[in-house]
């Protein structure tokens, strides 16, 4: 594999870990922050935005899977996409804490 595989491997778990939070609270109906809120990622978007946003995420996360050519064979490619899946969901974590307080 080269390396930019890898580099879209990384950007693929970070892309698709943030596209959960703003689907499921889109879909479920609660204002949620996200970057067209007023102020970005601080004040709450509407469901629908969110629902748009994680749609765009799963939408880039997804061609960046492909195009990071993840498969059972491809242990490190794995490796870095969970990596990257979990440092985008503590991140976030983290973040949506202290605008929702």
């Known amino acids: 594999m080269k390396w930019y595989n ?5 950007f693929a778990g970070l892309f698709l870990s943030n ?16 970057p067209f809120s007023n102020p970005p990622g601080k004040g709450l978007s509407s ?3 969110n629902v ?3 749609l765009i995420n799963l939408f880039v996360g ?4 492909r195009g990071g050519k993840i498969s059972k ?4 490619a ?20 202290e605008v929702m307080k």
Not at 73 to 76: A, F, R, V, W
């Open 6 to 10: 890898y580099i879209a491997c990384f």
């Open 19 to 34: 596209a959960i939070p703003h689907f499921v609270q889109g879909i479920t109906g609660h204002s949620f922050p996200s």
């Open 47 to 49: 469901p629908p935005v």
């Open 52 to 54: 748009y946003w994680g």
């Open 62 to 65: 997804y061609l960046l899977y």
């Open 73 to 76: 064979d491809k242990k490190l």
């Open 78 to 97: 794995i490796i870095i996409f969970f990596i990257a899946f979990v440092f985008m969901s503590i991140l976030l974590s983290v973040q949506f804490a």
